[in-house]
């Protein structure tokens, strides 16, 4: 299995570097398009003090600034892209960033984002990967902010028997056959030990028939949650964590799962979650 196209949130920001790279070198490993989206929005004021001539000037000039920073954006995707030589292609418009990538996701196959949780971006500029995993229908890869490349030699992929997980495990499929090894990870309570075994075995079972090479494990532990995930990365040295996403919205805000929000609130990994 293979990627056809990968797309990114582009912005001019030097803290979007790492985002467009990873993007960009995906695209190329797997000779893939890459699609570039730049959105943002002029936020709303806070306060309606009757001057509607400075309130125009204030629009005109967010809209003005906005237009610049675009077109910075949209330079340094097309010139990153001509440097490597991958087919790009560019959308752009005056819109939130996260709806504007999710609804772009139709022509993709994957999307790479920053790892933000979405409580700390600003909704205007930015597209944080939590969102965009519960809302596009498409795996999103969270980029750390190091800037270190995606290697993707040794693969964690955080086992839970839910939908979420079977998703996940068929979206990060590219990266799962062309590992060196998939280290298939249950985390669960002692009394669940068993039963996890079986399960994580039938899974690297069916990625060993797709040509991967894969082992299961168990790690029987009562506070299971994204921090003994990172700890199991470490010790095989995967770089690569593939999860379920899990989260709802409450009060116009996205609420995650714990593990989905450990993992996102960690800088080190690159974390591809599905829901």
Not at 76 to 91: H, N
Not at 101 to 111: C, K, P, Q, T, W
Request: a negative charge; charged letters at 25%; aromatic letters at 6%.
């Amino acid at each position: 299995m293979t990627y056809a196209a990968v797309l990114t949130h582009v912005q001019a920001d030097a803290g979007a570097k790492a985002r467009m790279d990873c993007a960009l070198d995906i695209a190329k490993r797997f000779k893939a398009a890459v699609i570039g989206v730049g959105a943002e929005m002029i936020p709303p004021l806070a306060f309606d003090g009757g001057y509607y001539s400075l309130e125009a000037d204030w629009a005109t000039a967010m809209r003005q600034g906005i237009d610049d920073r675009l077109n910075l954006a949209r330079a340094a995707f097309a010139d990153a892209a001509k440097a490597q030589g991958t087919e790009a292609i560019w959308e752009s418009g005056l819109q939130l960033p996260a709806p504007a990538v999710a609804a772009a996701s139709r022509a993709a196959d994957l999307i790479v984002a920053s790892r933000t949780v979405d409580r700390h971006s600003d909704p205007y500029r930015d597209a944080g990967a939590g969102e965009l995993a519960l809302t596009s229908g498409r795996p999103v890869l969270a980029v750390p902010s190091h800037g270190r490349p995606l290697i993707g030699k040794q693969v964690l992929v955080a086992w839970k028997d839910t939908r979420e997980a079977r998703r996940a495990l068929a979206d990060a499929m590219p990266f799962l056959e062309a590992a060196e090894m998939v280290h298939v990870v249950a985390v669960c309570a002692e009394l669940d030990a068993e039963q996890a075994k079986i399960q994580v075995d039938d899974v690297a079972a069916a990625l060993v028939r797709r040509g991967a090479k894969a082992q299961g494990k168990v790690v029987a532990d009562a506070h299971a949650d994204g921090m003994e995930i990172l700890r199991q990365a470490a010790l095989v040295d995967a770089d690569l964590i593939v999860c379920g996403a899990y989260g709802h919205t409450r009060f116009g805000e996205w609420v995650f799962g714990g593990v989905t929000r450990d993992l996102l609130s960690q800088d080190d990994r690159y974390v591809l979650l599905s829901h």
